[in-house]
């Protein structure tokens, strides 16, 4: 079945530098995936997507490319800030499956 | 715009208790979805809508109902709460089933003691 892995653990960091969040699939055919985003006290919202193999989603300065031979979709922001604190979700769908599957999240912690 | 709008915000049961989140959704979104989220577990959908008119179980069904009341409207119920239902719950809606952008709401905080 469909599943997504995040690297374990809070990620901390000093404003302005770069951030790198881990995530690999799993998926039969050709999924799209996904980053969500999840501010304090608020639901999900979608923060990028790609759709096929070798695309580069990209918003708000973050940034990840679907690397379909090794089944990636790694999320960067260059120089971050204090808000961009938050719970960062991967998470993947395909055609003929019902469900769109979540990685656990990963807690990141900006430090002026 | 509203977008998704959950109601309560938080809410308090007993063990044995029953209640019924709601959910309703203005953008005439064909699809709606109940996610709980557990420190650790990231988000697992409940029960989902593809259109108005169906239902059918997601991951983790057990101790859940729901209930397609329109085009608008999905709510959950939760008919003999349980201390292992203690959880955040999210409703999200989409305008089509697979490999769309889901709009989340704000969230219910529910306790189970």
């Known amino acids: 079945g469909n599943s997504v892995t995040q690297m374990e653990g809070p990620v901390t960091l000093s404003e302005e530098a770069f951030l790198t969040i881990n995530c690999t699939y799993t998926a039969t055919g050709y999924p799209s995936l996904f980053w969500y985003v999840q501010y304090p006290g608020e639901g999900l919202q979608l923060l990028l997507k790609a759709t096929k193999a070798d695309d580069k989603g990209s918003n708000k300065g973050f940034e990840a490319t679907y690397r379909k031979e090794t089944t990636s979709f790694h999320l960067e922001k260059g120089s971050v800030q204090v808000s961009d604190s938050a719970v960062y979700f991967c998470?993947?769908?395909?055609?003929?499956?019902?469900?769109?599957?979540f990685g656990k999240g990963n807690q990141v912690v900006v430090i002026p | 715009n509203a977008g998704v709008t959950q109601t309560p915000k938080f809410q308090v049961l007993k063990t044995g208790q029953s209640m019924t989140l709601q959910c309703a959704q203005d953008m005439n979104h064909n699809s709606m979805y109940w996610y709980r989220q557990d420190p650790g577990m990231g988000l697992r959908l409940i029960y989902y809508?593809?259109?108005?008119?169906?239902?059918d179980k997601g991951e983790v069904p057990n101790g859940y109902n729901v209930s397609r009341l329109n085009k608008r409207e999905f709510s959950l119920r939760l008919e003999s709460a349980a201390p292992s239902q203690t959880s955040v719950y999210f409703c999200?809606?989409?305008?089509?089933?697979?490999?769309?952008?889901?709009?989340f709401g704000s969230g219910t905080q529910l306790s189970v003691l």
């Open positions: 809508s593809a259109s108005e008119g169906t239902t």
């Open positions: 998470a993947l769908s395909s055609y003929g499956n019902n469900r769109l599957a």
């Open positions: 999200a809606s989409s305008n089509s089933f697979i490999n769309e952008k889901l709009f």
